[in-house]
């Protein structure tokens, strides 16, 4: 009997781990299961090219359409799994077919967080994901609409540039102090609003929407702090949660996603997971981390993939994300909760620069404004663990690629 | 085959450096890998970033904007998002200088 591998979930991660198993000559079934109309596809333009109208979906999607049954790669599209039978190595469908497997991988990715606010039912009340709700969006925008943007985390943030872009007069609602507070801290975060700004985006910080308002469609917002704005359409971002339905009360442990060990395993035998909704231990942090990027679930579902067939390998993939915004790139490397210093290489006035986030002179992460090369060549340092010197950092004649160089010879 | 345009002094790229030229209106990048020079449309054909503002490892040229990578000898796509492969151009250098096929 050849064996059956079975793919929760036809997002980048289930998709580049279908892909994976094929050409590492995996002969067995592959049954790749997806909620949503489409083929595997890449999420990064849905809030910037796409949405803008700059780019065809077909040029987001991982494999051409026929690329699945060309490889035997069984793709069931439009098709929730709701349960997972542990006992059984089975897949319960929302339809109540049940699909067998010998091996399981979970890559069911994230849902939106929905914050319950009166009138969030409302017409012209949007949250963004999937293509379709792209679709949804981009039929709003025209060059004068009004929109209200909730959230300014990379999601708020990419959106409310597209809008701009667009011609849409814009208002973002956030209740912290800056953009992108919780990841990029303060400082980095008023640089950020500060691009915003000058595009003309209006901001209100330390706030939060307590009510859409409108006679069937949205007409407008009601703050906690009672400002009244008023909109044609609302794009709410306010984050993501891990989509662990389906593992509820199977036994696989849970905690900010799925536990996986740094081979992509969870504690049952025969069950992976891999990309957003995988808490996997990263060797080089020393800890669990779950990870919401492109990157990861491309290079985490290949990693799921090679683990699968005995093959695996310590992922240890340092996190790399980018989010362009109005004409800007701005890089992330690395991954840090709390720092105790932030060390600059260049100017945040002038926004271009490198930021390194350090702990006891240890380099956990970098961001960076439209230095790209910069950051790429501050990988190695995050890699490295190892003590730089804060003004070797900042010194814009020291070459990045010389410093974990000379660490070592030291 | 189009002519040939000088762009620089054979000497201005060291090994292992890119610059990028404006030749008949298309920006080309050209690196020096291991003192063979190789041209190739310099906008990325995933987003339209600037290669030449990128980093140079070997014979890959990787994307300042979102990592994509290509080998600068054939333009073939090695590492996404990029998808579509670039174009290259002939060089030749000629009494000292370099010259890209424009």
Known sequence: MPETFVIVGAGLAGGTAATTLRQNGFDGRVILIGAERYPPYERPPLSKEYLRGESSFEKALLQPPGFYGENGIELHSEVRATRIDIQEKAVELESGEYVAYDKLLFAAGVKNRHVPTPGSDLDGVYDLRTVADCEHIRREISPGRKAVVVGMGFIGSEVAASLRLSGVEVTAVDRNKVPLRRVLGEEVGRVIEGMHRDHGTELVFEDTVATFEGAGRIEGVTTKAGRRLECDFVVVALGVEPATEPLTGTGVKIDNGVVVDEYCRTDVEGIYAAGDVANHYHPVFGRHIRVEHWQNALKHGQAAARSMLGDGRPYQEIPWFWSDQYEHNLQYAGFHRDWDELVVRGSMEKRSFVAFYRKDERVLAAVAFDRGRDLRRSVPLIKAQERFEAARLRDPDVDLRTLVAETDKA | ?102
Request: with cysteine; net charge negative; hydrophobic share 35%.
């Open chain 2, 1 to 102: 085959m189009g002519e040939f345009v000088t762009v620089a002094g054979m000497d201005e790229i060291e090994a292992g450096e890119m610059r990028a030229f404006d030749v008949r209106g298309i920006e080309v990048a050209v690196a020096n890998v291991d003192g063979a020079f190789h041209a190739f449309d310099d906008t990325c054909t995933h987003a339209g970033c600037s290669l030449a503002g990128g980093d140079l490892e070997e014979s890959t040229v990787i994307c300042p904007c979102h990592g994509s990578e290509f080998d600068v000898r054939s333009g073939e796509v090695l590492q996404g998002p990029a998808r579509e492969d670039l174009a290259t151009y002939e060089t030749r250098v000629e009494g000292g200088s370099l010259k890209v096929e424009g």
